[in-house]
């Protein structure tokens, strides 16, 4: 099935200068909470444009922590961090939220809107972008179709599973057509099919050049896919173009 | 309260909930104390145009005048009042009721017929008189006759009744503040209630001034309601205070003018404003803090 979301022209007016393609990079960085010792040091890696990622490492390694610069919920204690191109330390109060429109989230723990149903979670992005009416409807319904949530678009999130919520969250991350899309974790709380569904949309919108970089800790379901990973082990990060050969069965 | 869509749960908020009755309450005491300022400023307007409509002539006795010959002067000046464009109607004070007036002063009406007393001619205007041309008129046809427009009582009269006006007026001004007060009260707690919604709405990149409108539509909204109850029944309380004045058979009480009540059916509209910018400038101010 054709999401119209897909299709669509991406709208025009974000753009940076950029002196090379790629949409985050990080060089010496350093992270630490509070006075504590660094939890992340030495972090090197650049992600290009158009390229899907997967970060990988056990849980409690700092994927998130890594995340949250990358979406600007923090900042980093050492070390220059660029989003399309912008040193995320210069970034004004003013400059974000037109950034953060760009970047598409999936939260780990989903941060939905209890008050909202979910049509109206999913509508968020588009609606504080001002989209029109009638195309935050069409896209709206469209995409929870997709997700298979057309039968709850006015359920609000308390009532859903873990899964649908996921599913809510995802929605509402990718609805806008973010250049960057950070999840957390977000095949966590769905069974397998629809976790490849899922990871199918990423690939979809990767396609239509969206950068990606997926966390997760399910070392079987990156193994899947040819990406390149992340990989934190040992308070810091190693880069993996090259995939080791997938040690899938290919009877499997 | 069901309202239009906010992407921020408002009204499950105790100190907004209340947002509305507070509102009420000072609309209410608003209306009241601005329609007295306007009802003392009418007042005060009237007597300083001279339009109480009335005023009082005297006729001083001239050195050795009979009696015959002050009442002859006294008739002439009436006419000359009468005459004058703008008078309804002039009548002199018959002596035995100037001395039954003066009685506490100079004991009882045989003690005064001897006395050479001023006589007074009770006048009644129209609002249109000319003052000036009725002095020039009376200089010319009496010698002797003055008007007492009651200038010096008048005078204080007017600036007690400006300085009531002055006092409605900053018992206006300090409900207004008193209202913004208590939306600055709500807002922050909203804020701080709603923290979480705000975080989630930032991280989706909604701008300061996009939050900002949920808070102050919603101020709005509420200062609206609020303020038409209280603005309603304040309107109510004048209406009843005005019927029963007129019941009040032969004494003129100032009324409002046609041209007030719009200005006191604004209040419940100036309220809604009051709340809207200042919650926008509440939630905009705390946004810029929180980095």
Same mark, same amino acid.
């Given at each position: ?252 | ?49 001279? $339009? ?29 009042? $009468? ?18 007036? $003066?009685?506490?002063? $100079? ?185």
């Amino acid at each position: 099935m054709a999401l119209s979301i897909l299709s669509a022209r991406r709208k025009r007016g974000f753009h940076v200068a950029t002196s090379d393609s790629n949409v985050v990079q990080f060089e010496n960085v350093g992270i630490r909470y509070g006075a504590g010792p660094e939890v992340l040091r030495d972090v090197n890696f650049a992600l290009p444009e158009a390229s899907f990622n997967f970060l990988t490492g056990v849980s409690g390694a700092g994927k998130s922590s890594l995340l949250r610069i990358m979406y600007l919920a923090n900042q980093p204690n050492r070390g220059l961090v660029t989003i399309f191109g912008k040193n995320v330390a210069m970034i004004t109060r003013r400059e974000r939220p037109e950034i953060r429109r760009n970047i598409g989230v999936v939260f780990q723990d989903f941060r939905l809107l209890e008050h909202l149903n979910v049509f109206d979670n999913v509508a968020l992005p588009l609606r504080v972008s001002g989209a029109a009416k009638n195309v935050i409807e069409k896209h709206v319904t469209e995409l929870l179709t997709w997700v298979g949530l057309a039968d709850h678009m006015k359920a609000l999130p308390p009532t859903l599973s873990g899964g649908q919520q996921q599913r809510v969250a995802i929605a509402r991350a990718v609805i806008a057509r973010p250049r960057l899309l950070l999840a957390d974790e977000p095949t966590g709380n769905v069974d397998d099919a629809i976790a490849m569904r899922l990871l199918y949309l990423f690939e979809e919108l990767n396609r239509m050049g969206t950068t990606v970089v997926i966390a997760t800790h399910n070392e079987s379901l990156v193994g899947r896919f040819q990406h390149p990973q992340l990989h934190l082990d040992n308070g810091t990060v190693e880069y993996r173009t090259t995939q080791v050969p997938s040690p899938t069965p290919v009877d499997a | 309260m069901m309202g239009p869509r906010s992407d921020l749960p408002l009204s499950d908020n105790p100190a907004v909930r209340i947002l509305p009755w507070i509102v009420a309450l000072m609309v209410y005491l608003a209306t009241l104390t601005l329609a007295g300022g306007l009802l003392v400023g009418t007042m005060a307007n009237q007597w300083s145009q001279g $339009l109480s409509g009335t005023l009082t002539v005297q006729v001083a006795p001239l050195k050795n005048e009979s009696l015959a010959e002050l009442d002859a002067r006294v008739i002439q000046a009436t006419r000359a009042i $009468l005459k004058t464009p703008g008078v309804k109607s002039a009548a002199a004070i018959p002596l035995r009721d100037i001395a039954v007036m $003066l009685e506490p002063w $100079l004991g009882g009406e045989a003690n005064v017929k001897g006395l050479p007393l001023p006589r007074l001619i009770d006048v009644a205007l129209n609002p249109d008189i000319d003052l000036q041309a009725l002095a020039e008129r009376l200089r010319k046809a009496t010698p002797g006759a003055e008007i007492d427009n009651h200038q010096y009582w008048r005078d204080h009269l007017i600036t007690f009744l400006r300085s009531l006006e002055i006092v409605a007026a900053i018992m206006v001004l300090l409900i207004a503040i008193t209202t913004a007060t208590i939306v600055v009260f709500a807002t922050r707690s909203g804020l701080a209630v709603h923290r979480e919604v705000i975080e989630v709405l930032h991280l989706i990149g909604a701008p300061d001034a996009y939050i900002a409108g949920q808070f102050q539509r919603h101020a709005q909204r509420l200062g609206f309601i609020g303020g038409a109850a209280g603005g309603v029944l304040g309107l109510a309380t004048l209406l009843g205070l005005s019927y029963l004045a007129g019941n009040l058979d032969g004494v003129t009480l100032p009324a409002l003018h046609l041209w007030h009540w719009p200005i006191l059916a604004a209040l419940p509209i100036a309220a809604a404003y009051i709340a809207k910018w200042t919650a926008r400038r509440i939630v905009l101010r705390a946004l810029n803090r929180m980095a």
